[in-house]
C-alpha cells in the first residue's frame, strides 16, 4: 500500500515542484541519449521538427542538439523546472526551446511535429490519479500534433508490454506499434550475472508509426 502511495506521487504537479524547487541538478530517468539513440535514430533525421514532452531537467535534448537535431520544443507542466531550463539554455538558437505546457492539452496546431519523445511521462500519468482519462487525453493529443503520415511517437518506459500495450495498440490511433527492449544502465554496470529472461532488467521503447497500422511486433534488440 506504501508503495502504490509513493508511485502515484509521480502524477501529481506538486511533487514535481517540489522536487525541482529542492534539487535543481539534471538527471535523466531511466536511460541516456546515448543507451537509446541508436533506436530513437532510425525514425528522425536531423531536419526533423521534435517534440519533448515531459522534459524535466533530462539532459536528452541537449545531446540531441549535439547531434544537430536542432529543432527541439522541450514541455513541462512544472513551471520550476521550466523557469531553470530556459535560463540554462537561453543561448541556445530558437529553434531549440522550453514552454510551460501539459500534455494533455498541447498548445500546438495539428500535424505540427514529425517525432513526439516521452521519457517516463506516460509512465507519471499512469501512476496518477484519473489515470486512464488522462492516458488518453495525452496519446489523443500526441496523434493529433504529429503529421498523419509520417510521424512517430516514441515512448520510453519502465512499463511491461502486457500493461502499455493496451493503451498504445488502439485502432483510432491509426499507428504501428513495435517494441524495443534495452537493459536497464545499473544491470550492465552493477550486475556480472542476471537473467536475460527477466523483463524487470529491462526498459522497453515503444515506437509507435503513424499511418502503419498493424499488430505490433516484438523487436528483440538489447543494448548492452
Known amino acids: 500500500?506504501?508503495?502504490?502511495?509513493?508511485?502515484?506521487?509521480?502524477?501529481?504537479?506538486?511533487?514535481?515542484?517540489?522536487?525541482?524547487?529542492?534539487?535543481?541538478?539534471?538527471?535523466?530517468?531511466?536511460?541516456?541519449?546515448?543507451?537509446?539513440?541508436?533506436?530513437?535514430?532510425?525514425?528522425?533525421?536531423?531536419?526533423?521538427?521534435?517534440?519533448n514532452i515531459g522534459c524535466g531537467n533530462s539532459k536528452l535534448s541537449e545531446d540531441m542538439f549535439k547531434e544537430q537535431y536542432q529543432m527541439i520544443m522541450n514541455i513541462d507542466f512544472s513551471a520550476t523546472v521550466i523557469q531553470y531550463m530556459q535560463e540554462k539554455y537561453k543561448d541556445y538558437p530558437n529553434s531549440f526551446r522550453f514552454l510551460l505546457a501539459d500534455a494533455r492539452f498541447l498548445p500546438f496546431q495539428d500535424e505540427s511535429f514529425d517525432c513526439v519523445l516521452d521519457k517516463g511521462l506516460l509512465d507519471s500519468v499512469l501512476s496518477g490519479d484519473y489515470s486512464n482519462q488522462n492516458q488518453k487525453k495525452v496519446l489523443k493529443q500526441v496523434r493529433r500534433v504529429l503529421n498523419r503520415k509520417s510521424g512517430v511517437y516514441i515512448l520510453i518506459s519502465h512499463g511491461f508490454p502486457d500493461d502499455r500495450l493496451p493503451y498504445l495498440v488502439q485502432r483510432e490511433y491509426d499507428w504501428g506499434v513495435y517494441v524495443y527492449k534495452i537493459y536497464k544502465p545499473d544491470i550492465v554496470t552493477y550486475s556480472y550475472e542476471f537473467d536475460a529472461k527477466d523483463l524487470n532488467n529491462y526498459h522497453f521503447i515503444y515506437v509507435c508509426r503513424t499511418g502503419h497500422w498493424h499488430i505490433h511486433e516484438e523487436k528483440n534488440k538489447n543494448k548492452y
Open 1 to 51: 500500500m506504501k508503495e502504490a502511495l509513493q508511485k502515484s506521487h509521480f502524477g501529481k504537479l506538486e511533487y514535481w515542484e517540489r522536487r525541482y524547487a529542492e534539487n535543481d541538478k539534471q538527471y535523466d530517468w531511466y536511460q541516456s541519449y546515448e543507451n537509446v539513440k541508436d533506436i530513437v535514430t532510425q525514425f528522425i533525421n536531423q531536419k526533423s521538427k521534435i517534440l
